[in-house]
């Protein structure tokens, strides 16, 4: 599949109280991890590549193809979320379905290729379980399975591991980049934890706040000589979010 790039093009965007501008392109088949502080619109960005949102201004392409004004089940995009949005009552072999058709009414071949992701994300012999069965490892393996039955050629991440522990973030992440290169995927990633940017990114792209950005090479950027805002930030991530506190040294 020739999957293609994105590029945000002078995208204009505003809440109420918020303005965005976002100009970036998001190279084909590649990873781009999506960092910044709480509030700089990460998620804004995903939204409008989506079509859950529509720019004021500017144009949103996919490859060749202008989707600023493109209905969302239309655009070549799949999103898979913070809180996985499976539904409680439907089996997991259903929610998976429901990225084919719908109404689930799914042909002999289409439940063939449900069992089939089901099986490729480790999840074979708990296709008739309900979510609420299920670790949260297993429901994020749920919501990638139906990402990748969708079979679009972009894939978005909204910080959809948030709630695991280090191991199954990396579980995860080893099965997004098994799909990425099978099927050529362009993903963006929207993560706060450094190590997982570090692990599976070809790009970065830095929001700060008040709209500035810095986009640049994975490595580039965790490097010695990465940009100082982004190793400001990533300290204090992991800081924050990962890092216990160092044991008081002896006096
Ligand atoms: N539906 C909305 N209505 C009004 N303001 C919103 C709405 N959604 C987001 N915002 C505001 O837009 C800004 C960007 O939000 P966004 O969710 O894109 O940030 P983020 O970088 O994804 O943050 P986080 O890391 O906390 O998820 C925030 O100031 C937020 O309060």
């Avoid at 999957?3 to 190279?27: M, N």
Wanted: no cysteine.
């Amino acid at each position: 599949m020739n999957a293609p790039g994105i590029t945000l093009d002078q995208v204009g965007f505003a809440y109420r109280d918020t303005s965005f501008l976002f100009d970036h392109r998001f190279p084909t088949g590649k990873v781009t991890a999506v960092m910044g502080p709480s509030g700089a619109g990460k998620t804004t960005l995903l939204h409008l590549i989506a079509g859950f949102e529509r720019p004021r201004s500017g144009r949103v392409l996919i490859g060749d193809t202008d989707v600023s004004a493109m209905p969302p089940d239309r655009r070549p995009v799949s999103m898979v979320f913070q809180e996985n949005n499976l539904f409680a009552h439907l089996s997991v072999a259903q929610n998976v379905g429901l990225g084919l058709d719908p109404g689930l009414r799914l042909s002999t071949q289409q439940r063939t290729a449900v069992s089939a992701a089901l099986d490729r994300v480790g999840l074979a012999g708990k296709k008739q379980r309900l979510p609420r069965e299920l670790s949260g490892g297993e429901r994020s393996r749920v919501a990638l399975a139906r990402a990748a039955l969708r079979d679009r050629p972009v894939l978005l991440l909204d910080e959809p591991f948030a709630a695991l522990g280090p191991a199954l973030r990396q579980d995860m992440l080893t099965i997004i980049d098994a799909q990425r290169r099978e099927r050529n995927l362009t993903v963006l990633f929207v993560t706060h934890q450094p190590e997982d940017a570090e692990a599976i990114a070809d790009t970065v792209l830095f929001l700060e706040q008040k709209g500035n950005s810095l986009s640049g090479n994975a490595g580039d950027f965790f490097g010695p000589l990465g940009p100082p805002a982004f190793k400001a930030y990533i300290g204090m991530a992991h800081q924050k979010l990962n890092r216990p506190a160092p044991p008081p040294k002896p006096t």
